[in-house]
C-alpha cells in the first residue's frame, strides 16, 4: 500500500475536488446567483466523477487491464446472491417493522408509488451503484488493500466516500448539519459491509446489487437504520475476532 499512497491521496483529492465542481453551480444558484441551466445540469456527473478518474489514473499507471480484472476477479457466488436476498428482506422488514410502529402506513407508497417506480428506481440506483462501486471498492479499496482485507483500508475507503458525499447532502438535498452527520455515520458503516463484501466475492456487479439492495429496501428514517446496522456490524466483528481467536 505505502507505493501507492501517494496515487491514493491524488485520486481522493481529486475526486472530491472534481465532484464539489459538479455541485457548485446549484450552490451559486441556492445563494441567488443566475446560473445557466446547462451549467446546474452539472450536479448529473456527479456520480461518474469517481468513475471516470479511476479510469484514467488506472491509465496512467499502466493498470487499467488490472483494475478491470479486479472488478471481475470471481464469478458471482450463490453465496453472494444469497446474503444480498437475506440483507433486502431484513431492510423490508425492518421498514415495514417502523411504518407500523411509527403508525405510517403510507411509508412505501410514499417511496415506491407505483409498480413501474420500484423497476426504474432499482434500475436506476444498481447503475449508479455499479459506476460507484467499481471506483470505491473496486479501485480505491483494492488499492488501499492489495486484494487483502486490512482495518485501514476499510475506515480509510469509507470515510472518503462518506466525505465525498457531503456536497449532494448538503446542496442537492439541504440537510442539516445533524442529518448530515447521521448520513455520515451510514456511509461508513455501509462503506464497511460493501467493502468486506467486495473483498470476499471479488465481484463488482454482486457489490452493486447489495449497494442497491440497501438503497431501496432501508426505507426508515436513517437513524433507525444506523442503530440496526451498527448492531450488525459489532455482532459481525465479534464473530470475526471470535473465529480468528480459535483457529
Known amino acids: 500500500m505505502k507505493k501507492y499512497f501517494l496515487t491514493i491521496v491524488l485520486w481522493t483529492v481529486s475526486v472530491w475536488t472534481f465532484s464539489f465542481v459538479?455541485?457548485?453551480?446549484?450552490?451559486?444558484?441556492?445563494?441567488?446567483?443566475?446560473?445557466?441551466?446547462?451549467?446546474?445540469?452539472?450536479?448529473?456527473?456527479?456520480?461518474?466523477?469517481?468513475?471516470v478518474l479511476s479510469v484514467i489514473f488506472a491509465a496512467a499507471h499502466g493498470e487499467l487491464k488490472k483494475w478491470l480484472?479486479?472488478?471481475?476477479?470471481?464469478?458471482?457466488?450463490?453465496?453472494?446472491?444469497?446474503f444480498c436476498a437475506v440483507t433486502?428482506?431484513?431492510?423490508?422488514?425492518?421498514?415495514?417493522a417502523y411504518s407500523?410502529?411509527?403508525?405510517?402506513?403510507?411509508?412505501?407508497?410514499?417511496?415506491?408509488p407505483t409498480f413501474f417506480s420500484v423497476i426504474a428506481?432499482?434500475?436506476?440506483?444498481?447503475?449508479?451503484?455499479?459506476?460507484?462501486?467499481?471506483?470505491w471498492r473496486g479501485y480505491l479499496l483494492n488499492k488501499l488493500s492489495d486484494g487483502k482485507e486490512t482495518p485501514f483500508a476499510l475506515i480509510y475507503t469509507g470515510i472518503a466516500w462518506a466525505v465525498w458525499h457531503i456536497?449532494?447532502?448538503?446542496?442537492?438535498?439541504?440537510?442539516?448539519?445533524?442529518?448530515?452527520?447521521?448520513?455520515?455515520?451510514?456511509?461508513?458503516?455501509?462503506?464497511?459491509?460493501?467493502?468486506?463484501?467486495f473483498l470476499t466475492y471479488k465481484n463488482v456487479i454482486a457489490t452493486a446489487l447489495l449497494h442497491?439492495?440497501?438503497?431501496?429496501?432501508?426505507?426508515?428514517?436513517?437513524?433507525?437504520?444506523v442503530v440496526l446496522l451498527s448492531l450488525a456490524v459489532t455482532v459481525a466483528l465479534v464473530v470475526t475476532a471470535k473465529k480468528h481467536k480459535n483457529t
Open 22 to 51: 459538479c455541485y457548485l453551480p446549484m450552490l451559486l444558484e441556492n445563494n441567488g446567483a443566475d446560473v445557466p441551466k446547462v451549467l446546474t445540469a452539472a450536479k448529473y456527473l456527479f456520480v461518474i466523477v469517481p468513475l
Open 69 to 82: 480484472a479486479g472488478l471481475f476477479s470471481e464469478r458471482i457466488k450463490m453465496k453472494s446472491l444469497i
Open 88 to 96: 433486502g428482506a431484513i431492510g423490508l422488514a425492518f421498514s415495514f
Open 100 to 112: 407500523l410502529i411509527a403508525n405510517e402506513s403510507d411509508l412505501f407508497v410514499k417511496n415506491y
Open 121 to 135: 428506481g432499482s434500475a436506476y440506483l444498481f447503475l449508479t451503484a455499479l459506476a460507484e462501486e467499481s471506483a
Open 167 to 197: 456536497p449532494m447532502w448538503t446542496i442537492r438535498n439541504s440537510l442539516g448539519i445533524g442529518e448530515t452527520a447521521l448520513y455520515f455515520l451510514w456511509t461508513v458503516l455501509l462503506s464497511f459491509v460493501l467493502g468486506k463484501f
Open 212 to 225: 442497491m439492495l440497501f438503497n431501496t429496501c432501508f426505507i426508515a428514517p436513517v437513524q433507525y437504520n
